[in-house]
């Protein structure tokens, strides 16, 4: 049985390469469609991103002042007293192990406890965070809050001089 199969590229799918330089009858010849003359006609011959032609760019003549504490921000993983509420069995203890295995969090970022909620179990927290609501319906239900201080960031220190200089005095 014979077929007749019609396969081909649409149109304008496979483009020829571009030939520059190879004379003024391939209409790309003389200055190999770079234009007259000028930085971008040489070799090597770019400019940034943000040039503005040798005039004094924007992002310079803008004032960059000031500080921001955005990078050092600290997040939280957020849990409310409700939803520990329907998980939790009464004596349990919540901690960071337990809310991972239980779906509340994900990752080892520090944990914050809300008051979003009722609880009315008796239940031992062992979080990073604790609101102050919150930490006050626990102990209304009987239970009792640990927090958990976060580890300390290993700070480089300030070396004295004589301690550069090999401790030469």
């Known amino acids: 049985m ?14 020829r390469k571009k030939i520059l330089g190879r004379g003024q009858g391939s209409g790309h010849g003389t200055t190999s469609g770079k234009g007259n003359k000028g930085q971008n006609a040489r070799s090597g011959g770019k400019t940034y991103v943000g040039f503005e032609g040798g005039q004094m760019p924007l992002y310079r003549r803008l004032a960059h002042r000031g500080f921001s504490n955005y990078p050092f921000k600290q997040e939280w993983q957020i849990v409310n007293l409700g939803e520990i509420e329907k998980r939790y069995e ?10 991972l295995k239980k779906g509340f969090v994900k990752g080892a970022e520090p944990v914050k406890i809300l008051a979003n909620g009722e609880l009315t179990k008796k239940l031992s927290f062992k979080v990073d965070g604790v609101s102050a609501s919150a930490k006050e319906k626990i102990e209304k239900a009987g239970g009792d809050v640990t927090v958990i201080p976060p580890p300390e960031k290993a700070r480089p220190r300030n070396k004295s001089k004589a301690a550069q200089a090999g401790g030469k005095k």
């Open 2 to 15: 014979a077929h007749d199969f019609n396969l081909h590229a649409p149109a304008g799918a496979n483009k």
């Open 90 to 99: 009464a004596g349990e203890t919540v901690d960071l192990a337990s809310l």
